[in-house]
Every structure is written in C-alpha cells, then in structure tokens.
C-alpha cells in the first residue's frame, strides 16, 4: 500500500513536470495605440488537445486582477478587469488545442504596462511571467530662438526644444556646431498628459556668436529613434551695436550733404560757364554786326562824292604788280 502511494506521488511528480510553457526572455515592446500579443505556449503530455480540460488564465502579476480567463472550453470574462474590457482575446479553439495560449491585447495603453502572467492548468498548471513595456514615437523637435531680432554678439540668448506625445520619457542632449555636448545653463521638463503621453521641453542659454551652430538631440530608448533638430545663428541675424550703428548713420548722413553740397556747386559753374559761353557770343555777333555797318558807311560816302574808293594796301600791290 505504501509502495503504491509513493509511486502515484512519483508519477504525479513527473506529469506535472512534463507540462511546460514557453515565454519570450526579453520584454514586450508595444506601440501606444497599436496591438500587442503577448506570446505563451504549452507542451507536454497533458496538453491533449482536449479543450474541456483546459483553462488559461491571464492576470497582472502585482496585483492578481483577471486580464483574461479560458475555462470549460469558453472564454470566462465576469470577472475581467474593466481596463481590459473588449480589449482581449486568445486565438481560437485550434490555436489551444495545439498549444498555443498567446494573449491577444487591443489598443494597448500606457497604463498597460507592467508584468503579466500566463497560468495553464491540465490536470496540474504551469506559470510564467513577462513584462509588457509601452513606448510612443515624439514628434519631430522645433526650436526656437528667443528673442529672435535685434541681436547683438554677446547677447544672452534661449533656445528651446519641444517634441510632443511620446513615451517613456526621452533623453534631450544639446550639441554645438563641433558635435560636442552642451551641459551647462541647461533645463529639461517633461508633462504626461491624460494618456500618458510626454510633452519634452529644454531651454539652453547661450552667449551668442555670429556663425554658431546648435543641435537638439532627443532620444526615446525603447524605440532607439533620435529625432534631431538645428538652429544656425548667421550674420544676418544680427544688428549692430548702438554705438557703431550711431557712428554708421551720422557718417552716411555726413557722406549724403556733402554730396548735395557737391551736385549743388557743380551746377553753379555748370551754370556760369554757360553764362559766359553765351555772354562772349553776344559779344562777338555785336561786334561782327558793328564792323559791317562801318564798312556799308564808308562805302556810301565815297560813292556820293564821286571819288573812288580807296583801296586796301593789298589791293595796291596787286595792282602795281599789274602795271
């Protein structure tokens, strides 16, 4: 009688120890929003294939509350965690009879994430526990320059980076234009909004300098994606300081009246020139008109004499020449 009973305890034993369920090592990245399956599978002698004789259950592994439970050959869903409502599901009668015993979450949300654990129980049960992690993309980072005109070299000037609706929360490193890693006068902040989601900020303050180049890195280490964004601070983007600006204008004012003083003398000669030019003409067209009416004079009153006209000294000598 002794001998029987210990041999049923040994064979017990070693049923219960042939019925195995497989896991993932690793945790379970799900997309916010997305589906996730939760993979667990049994083998083993007892796993039949005879549904009547199986039950699965899935619960949070801190807190016991029921995510999902198969018994009886139907799902048993009364006693179901209301966060999960419509949300879960195994995969069919075949799937079970040939071992596989995966929950399938919906929608899954931020407050999904934790240890879940997968019971399947024949005659005896097996257990093991996995870890779900929820991880949400950012959106691609801004930054903004504040203020952002009428900037001088050396001013103090703050730059901020925001990205929107990611989880967990992110990693936020500044760099300069040399690629090195900015720490110093640095502040980031991260809100969760209703649905958990991050909202990143991080202010750098800077001395600014003509030609200066700066990065906004945020990292999301589950998704192992960077999102990257660049500010790059030019010339043009700068004003003047007060004194070289006032210097600058009362030159060009200086350089503007003395080029009306200079357009303004040059056309008072232009104009006396001009004067002249016209005076001298007058002058010569008088003087021409004076000499011919002279000349008609003394023609005149030679003729009425009845003398004649006494000639030039080179019209004598043409004409002793003659003779």
């Given at each position: 009688?002794?001998?029987?009973?210990?041999?049923?305890?040994?064979?017990?034993?070693?049923?219960?120890?042939?019925?195995?369920?497989?896991?993932?090592?690793?945790?379970?990245?799900?997309?916010?929003?997305?589906?996730?399956?939760?993979?667990?599978?049994?083998?083993?002698?007892?796993?039949?294939?005879?549904?009547?004789?199986?039950?699965?259950?899935?619960?949070?592994?801190?807190?016991?509350?029921?995510?999902?439970?198969?018994?009886?050959?139907?799902?048993?869903?009364?006693?179901?965690?209301?966060?999960?409502?419509?949300?879960?599901?195994?995969?069919?009668?075949g799937a079970l009879s040939e071992g596989n015993a995966s929950l399938l979450l919906r929608r899954v949300r931020v407050d999904d994430e934790g240890s879940y654990t997968c019971f399947v129980r024949v005659q005896n049960y097996a257990s093991a526990a996995m870890l779900l992690q929820v991880a949400a993309p950012y959106t691609k980072p801004m930054v903004t320059l504040t203020p952002n005109s009428n900037l001088?070299?050396?001013?103090?000037?703050?730059?901020?980076?925001?990205?929107?609706g990611g989880y967990p929360e992110a990693e936020v490193v500044w760099q300069d234009g040399a690629g090195h890693n900015l720490t110093d006068n640095l502040t980031v902040s991260q809100v969760a909004t209703e649905l958990g989601l991050f909202s990143v900020r991080s202010v750098l303050t800077v001395m600014l300098e003509p030609d200066s180049t700066y990065h906004c890195r945020l990292t999301n280490a589950l998704l192992g994606d960077d999102g990257h964004a660049s500010v790059t601070i030019t010339g043009q983007n700068m004003a003047f300081p007060p004194v070289v600006l006032g210097v600058t204008v009362g030159l060009a004012v200086c350089l503007l009246v003395l080029l009306i003083a200079l357009a303004a003398v040059c056309r008072k000669k232009i104009k006396e020139s001009c004067e002249e030019i016209r005076l001298e003409e007058e002058a010569r067209e008088l003087e021409e008109e004076a000499k011919a009416g002279l000349r008609d004079g003394k023609q005149?009153?030679?003729?009425?004499?009845?003398q004649t006209p006494v000639l030039e000294l080179s019209d004598r000598v043409g004409l002793t020449e003659t003779q």
């Open positions: 009688m002794l001998l029987s009973l210990l041999l049923s305890s040994l064979l017990a034993v070693q049923t219960m120890a042939k019925l195995e369920l497989v896991i993932p090592e690793l945790p379970v990245v799900a997309l916010f929003g997305r589906d996730a399956v939760l993979n667990c599978s049994f083998w083993g002698e007892q796993a039949s294939g005879n549904l009547s004789e199986l039950s699965v259950f899935w619960q949070l592994t801190d807190t016991k509350r029921s995510v999902h439970a198969f018994t009886a050959g139907a799902d048993q869903l009364a006693d179901q965690s209301p966060a999960f409502l419509n949300r879960t599901s195994l995969f069919g009668r001088r070299p050396g001013d103090k000037v703050e730059l901020t980076c925001m990205a929107y005149g009153a030679q003729a009425e004499e009845g």
